[in-house]
C-alpha cells in the first residue's frame, strides 16, 4: 500500500523558514521522480517543485525559485522541501506526489498523493 505522509508545517513569519518532510513507504522509492504541489484556498493546486529519481535534475516554479530546494534521501525513502525566505503568498497546504521524469526534462503527476501540511505565513 503506497504511503505518503508530509510534516514540518506549521506557522511562520515572513521571512522565516520551514523545511518540510515526506515520508514514503509501499513502493520503491528510488524509481520515482518526487514533486511537491501547494493549493491555498480558492486557487488551483500549482507544481512548486520536482526531483528526477536519482536527484540529478531539480525543476522549481517560478515563484518559488530561489528560494525554495527540493531534495531526497533514497536511503531514508524521504521527499524535502527547504522554504526560505518565506511570503504570505506562499500559504497553502503542501503535498508531495510520486511520479515520473520524462526524458523531454518534464514531470508527470501520478495518482499516488500524501495528505497535505499546512504551511502558514503571517505577520
Known amino acids: 500500500q503506497v504511503q505518503l505522509v508530509e510534516s514540518g508545517g506549521g506557522l511562520v513569519q515572513p521571512g522565516g523558514s520551514a523545511r518540510l518532510s515526506c515520508a514514503a513507504s509501499?513502493?520503491?522509492?528510488?524509481?520515482?521522480?518526487m514533486s511537491w504541489y501547494r493549493q491555498a484556498p480558492g486557487k488551483e493546486r500549482e507544481l512548486v517543485a520536482w526531483i528526477s529519481s536519482g536527484g540529478a535534475r531539480t525543476n522549481y516554479g517560478a515563484s518559488v525559485k530561489d528560494r525554495f530546494t527540493i531534495s531526497r534521501d533514497n536511503a531514508k525513502n524521504t521527499l524535502y522541501l527547504q522554504m526560505n525566505s518565506l511570503k504570505p503568498e506562499d500559504t497553502a497546504v503542501y503535498s508531495c506526489n510520486a511520479g515520473y521524469y520524462h526524458s523531454d526534462d518534464s514531470y508527470q503527476a501520478s495518482d499516488y498523493w500524501g495528505q497535505g501540511t499546512q504551511v502558514t505565513v503571517f505577520s
Open positions: 509501499g513502493f520503491t522509492f528510488s524509481r520515482y521522480a
